[in-house]
Nanobody, 120 residues
Framework: QVQLVESGGGLVQPGGSLRLSCAASGFTFSDYVMKWYRQAPGKERELVADILSAGGSTNYADSVKGRFTISRDNAKNTVYLQMNSLKPEDTAVYYC?????????????WGQGTQVTVSS
């Protein structure tokens, strides 16, 4: 049974930090690109950051570059999102995603999401 379980969300003041975690099970974690998405009320889901299976290459949305850091620990089957200098516009539900393409067949899994609220 595939599971992605996010944790670490909550309420934080502007300028604060949070660290999200996503624990994976039920599939070979190290074979998958891991991504963090977010969805704010009334907006489409957007890609925040991703990290390749070996962990060497990362990509970030322009809106979070220099503030967020994605990392993974393949031994623990966990991906992280360190969020610093948080802004009110970072308020959203954050989702963990696993994705792998094998011979043009896409395997993708989603977590249930964790709420991040940035407010004074």
């Amino acid at each position: 049974q595939v599971q992605l379980v996010e944790s670490g969300g909550g309420l934080v003041q502007p300028g604060g930090s949070l660290r999200l975690s996503c624990a994976a099970s039920g599939f070979t974690f190290s074979d998958y690109v891991m991504k963090w998405y977010r969805q704010a009320p009334g907006k489409e889901r957007e890609l925040v950051a991703d990290i390749l299976s070996a962990g060497g290459s990362t990509n970030y949305a322009d809106s979070v570059k220099g503030r967020f850091t994605i990392s993974r620990d393949n031994a623990k089957n966990t991906v992280y999102l360190q969020m610093n200098s948080l802004k009110p516009e970072d308020t959203a539900v954050y989702y963990c995603n696993a994705r792998r393409v094998v011979y043009q067949r896409v395997f993708t899994y989603w977590g249930q999401g964790t709420q991040v609220t940035v407010s004074s």
